[in-house]
């Protein structure tokens, strides 16, 4: 008990501390666009939150919030970064929302079935999802003129513009969580055993 609890907690802060360069760094976390960062953190949070837990995955999911204020503050790189991602709601609710549900989905999977990886796969392409839709959808919501300025539109082209979004960055990041978040997940549980109990 005491073993499996403190390879939880190494691995946690492992995931935690991958996430914090991840935040930090272009290319390791996010690929710079100029218009709307491609990210590829949110692989780290569903792994966490499959290997352990919706609780331990919404934690990593907290801090990769907390990373992505620091960086609009410090070092944005898209040009709404300062005005949007320095707001708590839009940077750290959704990160949050994709390792719990990402978690209670691949439990769900897990309890009631026997296709573990099928979970893995659907808890990745959910949580992506979760990700894309709640950020853009709370941009749109709380900051469409300011983002109808940035991106020299009217804001009633704006919904066209987020559903290219979603399109060029949503999709791809998806189908990245759904191949290799599992695959990163069974060799961690498959080396770690008594995780998965």
Known sequence: MQRRKAYRTAILGILIAIIFV?????????????????????ITVI????VLGPKNGAIVGLVWGIGTIIRAFTSPTS????????????AVLPRIAVGLIA????????????????????????GSLINTVLVLGLMRLMYASVMAQAYATQTDLLNKLLLVIVGTNGIP??????????AISSAILKTNRFLDK
């Open 47 to 50: 792994v966490a939150a499959i």
């Open 173 to 182: 990041e998806m189908i990245a969580a759904i191949i290799i978040a599992p």
């Open 22 to 42: 991840q935040s930090m760094v272009p290319f390791l976390g996010f690929i710079p666009t100029g218009f709307i960062n491609i990210t590829i953190i949110h």
């Open 103 to 126: 978690g209670w989905i691949y439990l769900w999977f897990k309890n009631h079935t026997n296709k573990k990886v099928l979970g893995m796969a659907v808890a990745s392409g959910i």
């Open 79 to 90: 040009i709404i970064d300062t005005t949007v991602f320095t707001n708590p709601v839009v």
